[in-house]
């Protein structure tokens, strides 16, 4: 019987990419997003190109309680989860004093706690059957603090310290935790940032989604704690671990104030 993989954020993006890996690679796939329609068009892909199952559960994740009415969903249809990543997120692009609140708010409900709450209702089944993987998407913004997007690379750091301490307690449970740690990606993260046209993210000098996602499948399937992709991330998370912090968040703030 196939193995399930649950993907938050499959319908666009880093997500999209990573479920297509996973279906080519045998996984029976249950797709989680808002959008039902993009959904229903990659499980007709992911069935009639790999044979796949594709169950949709359109859900808000930001939403009290989605968490749990996900994993309802999945105890009624009688689906264990082996694989779960944890990819859906935005971010949020200005000075924090004029920032739209009920953003940042569904941002914190979305990065931290349905990533937090999704794991630990569908670890206990994992360390039960002995096996599973999951996959968070954090960001090169999880190792330092990130003015004029503060919130976001908050919830990154979140998501970087969880991962990894989750990581450590699971050690020879048989279940791999990995934080996946992307640069600027082309996708649709920087319209819903409002930092479409930024340095930062112009095409030119952004990664591509697939190659981010064969990063974190990779990663995933080898048990890596923390996974950066790419040997300019990895020499610049270099210098931002060595620098003194002062000066990063100096630095942060100058490429952000030019990306605005
Ligand atoms: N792109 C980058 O530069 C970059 C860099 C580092 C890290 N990341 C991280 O990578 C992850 C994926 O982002 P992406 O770049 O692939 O962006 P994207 O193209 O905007 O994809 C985001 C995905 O999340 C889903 N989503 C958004 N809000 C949701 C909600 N409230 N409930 C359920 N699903 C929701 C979206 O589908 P619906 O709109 O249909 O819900 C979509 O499938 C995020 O965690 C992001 O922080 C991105």
Same mark, same amino acid.
């Given at each position: ?31 989680? *997003?808002?959008? /039902?329609?993009? &959904? ?6 992911? +069935?009639? #190109?790999? !044979?796949? @199952? %594709? =169950? $949709? ?96 690379? *908050?919830?990154? /750091?979140?998501? &970087? ?6 990581? +450590?307690? #699971?050690? !020879?449970? @048989? %279940? =791999? $935790? ?83």
């Amino acid at each position: 019987m196939a193995k399930t993989a649950l993907v938050t954020g499959a319908s666009g993006g880093i997500g999209l990419e990573l479920t297509r890996i996973l279906a080519r690679n045998g996984y029976d796939i249950v797709a989680v *997003a808002r959008g /039902a329609e993009r &959904l229903e068009v990659l499980k007709g892909e992911l +069935e009639s #190109l790999y !044979g796949a @199952g %594709v =169950t $949709v559960i359109a859900s808000d994740l930001s939403a009290d309680g989605a968490a749990r009415d996900v994993c309802d969903i999945l105890a009624e249809k009688g689906i264990d989860v082996d694989i779960l990543v944890n990819n859906a997120g935005f971010g949020d692009y200005g000075p924090f004093a004029e920032c739209d609140w009920d953003k940042q708010d569904r941002m914190i409900r979305l990065n931290v706690l349905a990533l937090s709450h999704l794991t630990r209702l569908l670890l206990p089944g994992m360390l039960s059957r002995g096996g599973g993987r999951i996959l968070n998407t954090a960001s090169v913004a999880s190792f330092e603090p990130g003015p004029l997007m503060s919130v976001y690379y *908050a919830t990154k /750091a979140y998501v &970087l310290s969880f991962s990894e301490a989750l990581a +450590e307690e #699971l050690k !020879g449970t @048989g %279940v =791999t $935790v990995t934080a996946l740690c992307p640069g600027p990606t082309d996708t649709g993260f920087a319209r819903t940032a409002n930092a479409d046209g930024a340095n930062v993210f112009k095409k030119s000098t952004s990664s591509d989604a697939r190659t981010v996602a064969y990063c974190g499948y990779r990663s995933m399937m080898r048990g890596k704690a923390v996974a950066v992709c790419g040997v300019s991330f990895k020499i610049v998370l270099f210098f931002v671990k060595i620098l003194p912090r002062s000066l990063v968040r100096r630095a942060v703030m100058s490429i952000q104030k030019r990306s605005a």
